[in-house]
Structure formats: C-alpha cells, structure tokens
C-alpha cells in the first residue's frame, strides 16, 4: 500500500523557513502529484499547494504564493515544499498525500482528489 512519509517539521521563528519532504518509496516513475495540506488546531484541512511529478510544474494557495515553494527532488519519488517567509497563522500539521496519473495541465489542489496521506508532520511557528 502506497504510504508517503514526511519529514522536516519544527519549530521556527515567524519569519524563518524550513523544508519539508515527502517521500513515496513505493514510486518509480513520475506518473503522479503530490499535494500539501494542513489542519491547524480547531479548523478544517486546507490546500497548500501541489505539484505535477513530471512536469514538476506547480500550484499554491493565495494564502503561501510567493512565500512557500513545492518542487521536486533529483529523486522522482521526493518531493519538498520549501516554506520561507513564516507566519505564526502557518502553524499546523502538514501533510502530504500522492495521487497516480499525468497532471500536465494542472495538479489537483483538491483533497478528495488524493488517495495515499502521509502520517503529517507538526509545524510551529513562534518567537
């Protein structure tokens, strides 16, 4: 069963950053998208962004764009989110979940969209 792992959450201070991966050991080639969510305390999931496997081409919330960074590793299974620029409002759980298939033309922001999620790991940003 196909399970991604994320590593590289924390604690940093509001304006840090810190690089998340998420790794889908069970994947070889780059038929899929990988999506990044998270749930902070008392509210509902959100999308972060998602990015194509292939093409790496990438698509972010208004809430991250221009401060949170999704691409892929020199490894087809790895995929990062690089957060900069960091909010005490960021702090959450952040997941990341894969879906097979070719997304040339757009990764699904969706969550319904995605069938394997990884266990989320916590982010905390404070001073």
């Known amino acids: 069963q196909l399970r991604p792992v994320e590593n590289g959450g924390g604690l940093v201070q509001p304006g840090g950053s810190l690089r998340l991966s998420c790794v889908a050991s069970?994947?070889?080639?780059?038929?899929?998208?990988v999506g990044w969510f998270r749930q902070a305390p008392g509210k509902e999931r959100e999308g972060v962004g998602c990015?194509?496997?292939?093409?790496?081409?990438?698509r972010y919330t208004n809430a991250v764009d221009g401060r949170f960074t999704i691409s892929r590793g020199s490894a087809t299974n790895t995929a990062f989110l690089q957060m900069d620029g960091l909010k005490p409002e960021d702090t959450a759980v952040y997941y990341c979940?894969?879906?097979?298939?070719?997304?040339?033309?757009?990764?699904?922001?969706?969550?319904?969209?995605?069938?394997?999620w990884g266990q989320g790991t916590q982010v905390t940003v404070s001073s």
């Open positions: 979940a894969v879906v097979r298939g070719n997304y040339m033309y757009g990764c699904p922001m969706g969550a319904v969209a995605y069938h394997s």
């Open positions: 069970e994947i070889t080639d780059g038929y899929y998208a």
């Open positions: 990015v194509d496997m292939g093409t790496t081409r990438s």
